[in-house]
């Protein structure tokens, strides 16, 4: 098995011999986008897959610490409360997208690095 660093040195190389690669990257970001919102997804993990505190409530999923493979078995076979998601309603292409949608998403900042919030801990 191709470790995932190998990988992405792959895709790298396959970028530099042929940058056309890196639009195809973009618009399967954008495909996993719209299957994001189609899927439901979205609903129980958040428009940012920020997670809610609702309930019930649902973890973070973006940025994903998990490699694809993790990612897959979970939503494929998941802790109770998230519905299975089969083959049969989302092929494995359609849950790549998803995953490289949800890997594209940047980390919240620091609290500490959000202005106005650390404006409100001043005496006034
Ligand atoms: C009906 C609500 C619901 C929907 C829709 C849903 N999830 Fe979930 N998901 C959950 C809940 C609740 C958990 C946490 C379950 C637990 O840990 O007990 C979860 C957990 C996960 C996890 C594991 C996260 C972690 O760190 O443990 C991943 C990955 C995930 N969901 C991906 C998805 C994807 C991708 C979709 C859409 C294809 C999706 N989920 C749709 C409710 C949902």
Redesign the pocket.
């Known amino acids: 098995m191709i470790s995932y660093k190998l990988k992405n040195i792959i895709f790298i190389l396959l970028i530099l011999i042929n940058p056309s690669l890196l639009l195809a990257q973009d618009d399967i970001k954008g495909i996993g986008k719209k ?2 919102f189609d ?3 979205w ?3 958040g428009l940012e897959g920020q997670g809610s505190s609702a309930s ?6 973006a940025p ?3 490699p694809y493979e993790v ?1 897959s078995i ?2 494929r076979k ?6 299975a ?1 089969s083959s049969k309603i ?1 092929s494995n292409n359609d ?1 790549l997208a ?2 490289e949608y ?1 890997k594209s998403i940047p980390a919240p900042p620091e609290i500490e690095d959000i202005e106005i919030l650390n404006d409100l801990s001043k005496d006034y």
Do not use: N
Request: one cysteine or more; aromatic letters at 16%; proline letters at 19%.
């Open positions: 299957l994001y899927h439901a997804c609903q129980c993990h019930p409530a649902t973890p973070r999923i994903t610490l998990y990612f979970l939503t998941p802790p109770p409360g998230m519905p998601y989302l849950l998803i995953y949800v």
